[in-house]
Every structure is written in C-alpha cells, then in structure tokens.
C-alpha cells in the first residue's frame, strides 16, 4: 500500500490523491485502491450453475414453440414466457416441463392459463419448477390446491430500472414490495411466497454487489420479521435500458460483462436478452448468442464453481455494504410514507452507449430480427 501510495504521489506531482475517486449515481465513493474486507457471505442455497433462461416471445405459438424447443436443445435449462396472451398449449407443445425451469412473465392470466395447461397433463404439479409472476394474490390459493409450490408473487425490479432507478432505489424497491407480498400470505413459507428478479447491466462490480445485497437485505427482512432464514429465488436479467440499437453486437459485449456481474453475486436463474432486441424480434441467431454468452460463462469460465467469490473483497464488499445501507434507507422511507422514490429520469451515467454514439459504422449490419414492431 505504501508503495503503491508513492508511486501515485510522484505522478501526480503534488497533487491530491482525492482526484482519483468517484462516485456512483447512489453517492457512493468509490477509492482508487482497497484492501481486504470480510463481509457477510452472500451465498446461493445450492452450490451450482445458476439456470439459463430463454425468452419466449414470438406472438406465433408454433414459432414460439419451435424456438423454445431448439433452445432447450442447445444447452437452455428454462422458459421464460414473456406474452400476455401466449397460446399455452400451442406454444409448450412436446416441452417436458417437469424437466425445466419456467418463468411466467405474462401476469395473471398467463398463469391462469399454465396452470390449466398443466390440469390436462399427465403431470404432478408438485414436481414442476415454475415461477409465477403474480401479481394478484388472491390466485394463489388456487394454485395451492393444484399441487404447485410457487414463488408465486414475484418483487420485479425491472419496471424501476426502466424508470432509471439507481441501484439503491431499484434495490429498496424490490424490497417493498418483497416485504407486501410476505404480508399477504403470512401464512406461507417466504420462499413459498415471493422471488426476486434484479437488472444486471454493463458495470459488472455494481451489479456484483447488488445481487450481493438483495440477498443479505432478504436475511435482514426476515430476522426483523422473526422467521426462519429461508433462500431467496433470484433471478436476473440484462438491462434493456443498456442495449444500443445503432451497432447492436456491441450489446454482446455488454451482455457478457452484465452475466459475469450477476452470476458472481449469486443469481440462481438468468436471462440474457438477444442483441438484436432493440431493433425488433431478434432472430435464431441473436437468440443463440443469448444463450450462448451464458453457457460460455458457465461451462468454460467455470464461473459458478466459487461460491461467493468476491468475499473478501475490499472493493466490491465496500460496494454491497453501502449498497444495502442506502437501499435500507430508501426502503424505510417507502414504509413510512407510502411513496415511491423519485427516479432522476434525466441520468444516464448508468447506461453508456460506448462507442455507438461517436464512432458511427459507415454502414449498419443487417438487423437480427424476425421482424420490425
């Protein structure tokens, strides 16, 4: 550390080493240099490769199928099903549910209509890992009866990252509306309850430490609450804010650095979204390299073989403790008065569009995409 410190202060020439600092949207400083710190752990329940999800969301319920099916095929271990109005049968045809993880992303009637799918099926409902997105829960009992297990509800921090919500406030956040959900059936295991979905984006540290911290702020919720500790199903997913639509394979890069992110701070499931998305309905081969960027990550970079692996570290601990402090914070004030925070809708220092704005290709690729909306 000295000599790190003199070797900066002979470049500086006098100057204060304070130049060297930033901060964060939240007001976090960041220090040119940390040494190590011992945090809480911020664990995954089990020691294993955290889930590749796909989007499904080809309005054609054959398409969608056709898509579903080759994913699955080609290393994805779940569905998300991202359509309101999703043909249900026509779209898991041939699908082996019990076999997958599912993601319902199509609010209330989209469950309605999964679990009547499964109704008609020679399938145990209990034997199926499906998250259901609710946001209604007078559903649950229903599905309750069916077998199903949940998470049922789902604390989806999407919406405010759209909102440019900073990391603290999308964090605080979440957590309202974890601690609703917990509220409404508190006559259910939490896990039983409610799931957590976070946005990863290209600040691969910032978003370390946020899916750190939601876990570490789940363990808080539940010991002031007076319940046993139980997992929190989290799952992530790439920003949408983030993705350029002029060079759209630079979001391939973008993608990586946000998987990387999230699944060193402990995800249990992901979805990467195609390239091509901000231009329209991304192709086959957008979609492979979603699913592509995950399973490189996993299988050949062996990212999920360190459970917490940034522990210990003075940057990105300093990082998840401020972090939980500030969304802490944050979310006290929603349980006080019933509000939201306020969003700065004019910053974007969170989403850089890196070299697409000033280095223009002299010629567009042709689109990824299926088709333009």
């Known amino acids: 550390m000295d000599m790190w410190r003199a070797r900066v202060a002979a470049i500086l020439q006098g100057e204060s080493a304070k130049k060297l600092a930033s901060?964060?949207?939240?007001?976090?400083?960041?220090?040119?240099?940390?040494?190590?710190?011992?945090?809480?752990?911020?664990?995954?329940?089990?020691?294993?490769?955290?889930?590749v999800l796909q989007r499904v969301d080809h309005p054609n319920g054959s398409k969608a199928n056709a898509q579903a099916l080759e994913d699955l095929e080609n290393g994805v271990r779940g569905?998300?099903?991202?359509?309101k109005d999703a043909d249900v049968t026509r779209t898991l045809k041939d699908v082996a549910l019990h076999a997958i993880h599912t993601r319902l992303e199509g609010g209330n009637e989209l469950a309605k209509a999964f679990a009547a799918y499964v109704g008609k099926q020679p399938i145990d409902p209990a034997r199926l890992n499906v998250s259901f997105g609710l946001n209604d829960a007078g559903l649950v009992n229903g599905l309750l009866k069916q077998g199903f297990e949940g998470p049922f509800l789902e604390a989806d921090g999407r919406a405010f990252h759209e909102q440019r919500a900073s990391e603290a406030q999308e964090l605080a956040c979440v957590l309202a509306k974890i601690v609703a959900a917990l509220r409404k059936l508190d006559h259910l295991s939490p896990e039983?309850?409610?799931?957590?979905?976070?946005?990863a984006n290209q600040d691969m540290f910032l978003s370390l430490a946020k899916f750190r911290a939601i876990r570490l702020l789940w363990a808080r919720v539940?010991?002031?609450?007076?319940?046993?500790?139980?997992?929190?199903?989290l799952h992530g997913e790439t920003s949408r804010r983030m993705m350029a639509r002029l060079d759209p394979h630079t979001n391939i890069l973008r993608a990586?650095?946000?998987?990387?992110?999230?699944?060193?701070?402990?995800t249990d499931t992901f979805t990467v979204l195609p390239f091509s998305i901000a231009q329209g309905?991304?192709?086959?081969?957008?979609r492979r390299m979603a699913r592509n960027t995950?399973?490189?990550?996993?299988?050949?970079?062996?990212?999920?073989?360190?459970?917490?692996?940034?522990?210990?570290?003075?940057?990105?601990?300093?990082?998840t403790d401020e972090l939980c402090e500030r969304a802490w914070t944050?979310?006290?004030?929603?349980?006080?008065?019933?509000?939201?925070p306020e969003f700065d809708s004019k910053n974007k220092n969170s989403d850089p569009i890196i070299g697409t704005n000033s280095h223009h290709l002299p010629k567009e690729f042709e689109a990824a995409v299926e088709f333009f909306p």
Do not use: M
Request: net charge negative; hydrophobic share 45%; with cysteine.
């Open 79 to 83: 569905l998300a099903i991202a359509l």
């Open 256 to 266: 990586t650095a946000a998987v990387f992110g999230a699944g060193l701070g402990g």
């Open 23 to 51: 901060h964060t949207v939240d007001g976090i400083r960041i220090e040119p240099l940390y040494q190590q710190i011992h945090g809480a752990r911020s664990d995954r329940a089990i020691h294993a490769p955290w889930t």
């Open 281 to 286: 309905l991304p192709d086959a081969f957008a």
């Open 222 to 233: 539940l010991e002031a609450s007076g319940i046993a500790f139980q997992p929190l199903c």
């Open 294 to 319: 995950q399973l490189i990550l996993l299988e050949e970079s062996h990212l999920w073989c360190v459970a917490d692996p940034a522990s210990g570290s003075g940057y990105v601990e300093h990082l």
């Open 330 to 340: 944050i979310f006290q004030g929603i349980e006080k008065t019933g509000n939201l």
């Open 192 to 199: 039983t309850v409610v799931g957590a979905t976070l946005v």
